[in-house]
């Protein structure tokens, strides 16, 4: 292959760049607007695994409804008395 060719080949390669660098700008966007649903999300999915998981006692003599229930009411009004008193 010639010096001019691969040149071209290689200034090819980089005609993409201003491409996806829109692209990027305009996904960075979208995910300032997601973020607090996926952290949301994870963070009832942390919920989720320690009232299944780390607690196991509570969850005994079919009480899983009123345990879960109760972890989330607490978990509540703990986030609003930390917020209302800080």
Request: hydrophobic letters at 60%; aromatic letters at 6%.
């Given at each position: 292959?010639?010096?001019g060719?691969?040149?071209?080949?290689?200034a090819?390669s980089?005609l993409?760049?201003p491409?996806?660098?829109?692209?990027?700008?305009w996904?960075?966007?979208?995910?300032?607007?997601?973020?607090?649903?996926?952290?949301?999300?994870?963070?009832?999915?942390?919920?989720?695994a320690?009232t299944?998981?780390i607690?196991?006692?509570?969850?005994?003599?079919?009480?899983e409804?009123?345990?879960?229930?109760?972890?989330?009411?607490?978990f509540?009004?703990?986030?609003v008395l930390?917020?209302?008193?800080?």
């Amino acid at each position: 292959m010639s010096r001019g060719r691969a040149m071209l080949i290689g200034a090819a390669s980089g005609l993409v760049e201003p491409l996806f660098a829109l692209l990027c700008a305009w996904l960075v966007q979208v995910s300032v607007l997601l973020l607090p649903w996926g952290l949301a999300l994870a963070a009832g999915a942390m919920l989720f695994a320690v009232t299944h998981e780390i607690i196991p006692e509570c969850h005994r003599k079919g009480h899983e409804t009123a345990a879960s229930l109760g972890l989330a009411a607490g978990f509540c009004l703990m986030m609003v008395l930390d917020t209302a008193l800080a």
